[in-house]
């Protein structure tokens, strides 16, 4: 079975393991303490396709956000099929920050906005809304969802898996074209 191979990036703290343990049913005894990512988490699993009638592998690359890892992130990006930015939208310096992440994982590997996903996350006691973040124009062409895991977490995941169906039908038209041209 084709894995698509999903990077989630951000800012440090910004709740990319929460989410990369929730979207694949993965439990740790954790206490709720922040411990920050080594590197990169690989998670593999299986999800649903929206209308549940075929299975999606998933391999989701939890990614550090410490630049101390930057040597690392051409190795990360090889063969990637998505890229997810998550950012907390409490923290005012993370929308700034984005942009970084943007310019250093999308620009490069050319990725059709299909292959994109912001996700302001919500941490418990968040003061923001779910209204129009300030965010940079190469940003507001990107998808954009609103996490909260303690109110409304099947939506999260509903988002992904709609987000992973249009990774897919990119990669699925890109296939083709390859292909036509090989024929011509």
């Known amino acids: ?68 890892f930057e040597s690392c992130w051409p190795a990360i990006m090889k063969d990637s099929c998505g890229v997810v930015i998550i950012f907390n939208p409490d923290v005012k310096s993370h929308l700034k920050e984005i942009e970084t992440w943007h310019s250093m994982f999308i620009s490069p590997q050319s990725l059709q906005e299909s292959q994109c996903l912001l996700i302001a996350h919500q ?10 973040l ?23 995941r509903q988002g992904f898996i709609r987000y ?3 990774v897919v039908k990119a990669l699925s038209e890109r296939r083709e074209q390859e292909e036509m041209s090989i024929i011509t």
């Open 123 to 132: 941490k418990p006691g968040s003061e923001v809304e779910n209204g129009r």
């Open 1 to 68: 079975m084709f894995k698509a191979k999903i990077l989630f990036i951000g800012p440090s703290e910004s709740g990319k393991t929460v989410l990369a343990n929730f979207l694949s049913d993965t439990t740790e005894n954790v206490g709720g303490e922040y411990r920050p990512t080594k590197g990169v988490r690989i998670l593999e699993f299986e999800t649903q396709a929206e209308g549940g009638r075929t299975t999606r592998g998933v391999e989701l690359w939890d990614c550090s956000g410490d630049f101390k």
């Open 134 to 156: 300030q965010l940079a124009s190469s940003l507001n062409k990107l998808q954009l969802i609103h996490s909260n895991l303690e109110e409304e977490p099947e939506l999260v």
């Open 164 to 166: 992973l169906g249009n």
